[in-house]
Every structure is written in structure tokens, then in C-alpha cells.
């Protein structure tokens, strides 16, 4: 089947790091990726990674992809108070759509 | 700004009602997807179109329907609105009929009552 867990909260501190965590199923997936979403907004794609590399990192964003556990992770370095948003892991399907999860709202405590 | 305009941006109508939602597409994309987010959920794909014909469908009624028009902009069609249909309705365009990078539009809040 089609589906991707992520947890629903997380609370970090203010400049320490904060990691996401997301499980998918569908090993066909070719694109995993991180959107944020803030909120009355739209989805921003964060990053994205092709399903057959380990790790991208971009700026204080480091993604994670273990494919044979079908985890993929998102650290976001020195979270800042701007970070506070609902972080959604997804993965392509084919050539039409993309699966979401149900999102991890991150707090940031001062 | 991902250069993806939906419009309206927010909309109430009567149950029974229908409802034409309008997308416009980054420049040189030529796929269009509609994604419906219920409160508190993650997106759900409805369906995409690409090249003007539909080329995937998720799990929902033919009451939703859609275009999309040589200039590539797109429409979202509902007919005989239910109350559950009250969401965030997205809009995503990008290259090819591929997965590729996926740009999203701010999104119409629709109301149902």
C-alpha cells in the first residue's frame, strides 16, 4: 500500500537541532521530499532527494535516506523561531502523484 | 513565491452548491495536480493533468472534475458540495509527466455550510 508516518509534534530549543522523522512504504518511490507548511499557507518544498542517494545537505537542512528501511529523516540545524511550521514528509508515486504524511507541527521553545 | 496562483483564495458555498476553482501554473510547466487538505491532515491527491488530459486519479467521486487549457492553467470542478468537502484545495504544477520537482500554490479555502 501507499502510506507515510510521521509524528505529530515535536518541541525543540531555540537553536539546537531538531530532526523529523518520516517512514514510507512504496520502495518504487523515485523523489522523497520536505515541505513546510505555515499556517493559512501553502506548502513550500524544503528539499528534496532522489531516491537513490544517501544524504543531501543544504544549508542548516541535512535529509537522511535509508531505503532499505524506508526511513527518511530532515535535520534542521540551529532551529530559529522562523522554523516553527508543519514539516510534511512525501513521495512521489509514479508519474502522477505524491503521497503525503499528516505532518510534524514543530514548536520551538525559547 | 513559486509562481503557482490559485484563485480564489478563500470561498464559502451552500451544500448542494458548485464550485469552480482556478489554477495557474509556473511558467513552462506543463503538469498540473489538485490536492485536497482536510484540517489537520496531509494532502490527498485528487487527480493530474498533463498535456490538457487527465493521466492519474486518486480516490475521489466523479462529482470532482477537472481542465486544464493550452496555456496550461487548470480547473478544479466540484458538483453537489458535502459538508466534508470543506478543505485547503492545492494546486501543484511542474516539467513533464514525470516526478519531478513539485511547486505548490497558496491554496483556496473552501467552506462548505
Known amino acids: 500500500g501507499e502510506d507515510v508516518e510521521q509524528s505529530l509534534f515535536l518541541s525543540v530549543r531555540e537553536g539546537d537541532s531538531s530532526v523529523i522523522n518520516c517512514t514510507y512504504t512504496?520502495?518504487?518511490?523515485?523523489?522523497l521530499y520536505w515541505y513546510k507548511q505555515e499556517p493559512g499557507a501553502g506548502l513550500q518544498l524544503l528539499t528534496y532527494i532522489f531516491s537513490n542517494m544517501d544524504m543531501k545537505q543544504d544549508q542548516r537542512l541535512t535529509v537522511l535516506l535509508n531505503k532499505k528501511d524506508k526511513h527518511l529523516s530532515l535535520r534542521i540545524a540551529d532551529t530559529q523561531t522562523g522554523d516553527s511550521a508543519i514539516y510534511f514528509c512525501?513521495?512521489?508515486?509514479?508519474?502522477?502523484?505524491?503521497?503525503f504524511g499528516k505532518g510534524t507541527r514543530l514548536h520551538i521553545l525559547p | 513565491e513559486t509562481g503557482v496562483t490559485q484563485s480564489p483564495t478563500h470561498l464559502i458555498k451552500t451544500r448542494g452548491q458548485q464550485v469552480t476553482l482556478r489554477c495557474s501554473s509556473q511558467?513552462?510547466?506543463?503538469?498540473v495536480s489538485w490536492y485536497q487538505q482536510a484540517l489537520g491532515q496531509g494532502p490527498q491527491f485528487i487527480f493530474q493533468?498533463?498535456?490538457?488530459?487527465?493521466?492519474g486519479r486518486g480516490n475521489f467521486p466523479p462529482r470532482f472534475s477537472g481542465l486544464q487549457f493550452p496555456n496550461y492553467s487548470s480547473e478544479l470542478n466540484v458538483n453537489a458540495l458535502e459538508l466534508d468537502d470543506s478543505a485547503l484545495y492545492l494546486c501543484?504544477?511542474?516539467?513533464?509527466?514525470?516526478?519531478?520537482?513539485?511547486?505548490f500554490g497558496q491554496g483556496t479555502r473552501l467552506t462548505v455550510v
Open positions: 501543484a504544477s511542474r516539467i513533464g509527466g514525470a516526478a519531478t520537482e513539485a511547486f
Open positions: 493533468y498533463y498535456r490538457e488530459e487527465e493521466n
Open positions: 512504496d520502495s518504487s518511490s523515485t523523489y
Open positions: 511558467s513552462g510547466h506543463n503538469t
Open positions: 512525501a513521495e512521489s508515486i509514479g508519474d502522477d502523484k505524491i503521497i
